[in-house]
């Protein structure tokens, strides 16, 4: 069974300071893994993923994460926070599962705030 | 390129009262799944269709939730009879099967209120 823990349910940075985002995963088999943004009375959006390419993956908005196997971690960052990052992310682990059958498993989320 | 449709936005319904949500996925798309989010926490997968076969519906509680995706295209999920616990926000979601992008497109998700 494959599972994903987020550490900190709440999250505040100053505008322009580093966003660290933490992600560890458990899984039975090489994973795939995902972060999603969701704004208030919104859907979930990709921000974006790994699926055992590079393992410093980039995505939308400046964010990127790392796939570090030896620490099962997948953290999201970004180097300089802006008021519009203020959102709910989401860590999220599949197995790729067979053909057209890509089941997610998300964490409980962290609450991003940016401070003025 | 339209994104997944949802409806209704919002719905408040008293406990045992029956709830009935529709969701539209991204054309071309074949895989289909609906999700709970219950405040605080992420997404749970109720059930997963691929074209308008079921491919995994373990989590979803059978004895008053049900879902159908005739035609493979749209999809319902109904709530009979509705439970406190069951106020969450439920989401819809499509992917192309097929091109393995791993992607899945959210809707805006329906919110229900039992009270």
């Known amino acids: 069974a494959q599972s994903v823990t987020q550490l900190g349910s709440h999250v505040s940075v100053s505008e322009g300071a580093l966003v660290l985002l933490r992600c560890n995963y458990s899984?039975?088999?090489?994973?795939?893994l995902f972060w999603y943004v969701q704004y208030p009375n919104q859907g979930l959006q990709l921000l974006l993923k790994?699926?055992?390419?590079?393992?410093l993956v980039k995505g939308i908005n400046g964010f990127e994460a790392e796939f570090k196997k030896s620490e099962t971690s997948f953290h999201l960052t970004k180097p300089s926070a802006h008021m519009s990052d203020a959102a709910e992310y989401f860590c999220?682990?599949?197995?790729?599962?067979?053909?057209?059958?890509?089941?997610?498993?998300f964490g409980t989320g962290t609450r991003l705030t940016i401070i003025p | 390129e339209a994104g997944v449709a949802q409806s209704p936005r919002y719905k408040i319904i008293e406990k045992r009262q029956s709830v009935a949500f529709w969701c539209n996925p991204i054309?071309?798309?074949?895989?289909l799944y609906w999700y709970q989010q219950i405040l605080g926490q992420g997404p749970k997968l109720l059930i997963q269709?691929?074209?308008?076969?079921?491919?995994?519906d373990s989590q979803l509680p059978k004895d008053r939730f049900s879902a159908e995706r005739l035609k493979g295209v749209d999809s319902t999920l109904k709530i009979q009879p509705a439970k406190l616990e069951d106020s969450a926000v439920y989401l819809c979601?499509?992917?192309?099967?097929?091109?393995?992008?791993?992607?899945?497109?959210f809707g805006p998700g329906t919110r229900l209120t039992v009270t």
């Open positions: 054309s071309g798309h074949a895989t």
């Open positions: 899984s039975s088999v090489p994973p795939y």
């Open positions: 979601a499509s992917s192309i099967s097929g091109g393995r992008t791993y992607e899945q497109y």
């Open positions: 790994y699926t055992s390419a590079a393992t």
């Open positions: 269709f691929q074209n308008n076969g079921v491919v995994d």
């Open positions: 999220a682990v599949s197995d790729g599962g067979n053909f057209g059958n890509e089941k997610l498993t």
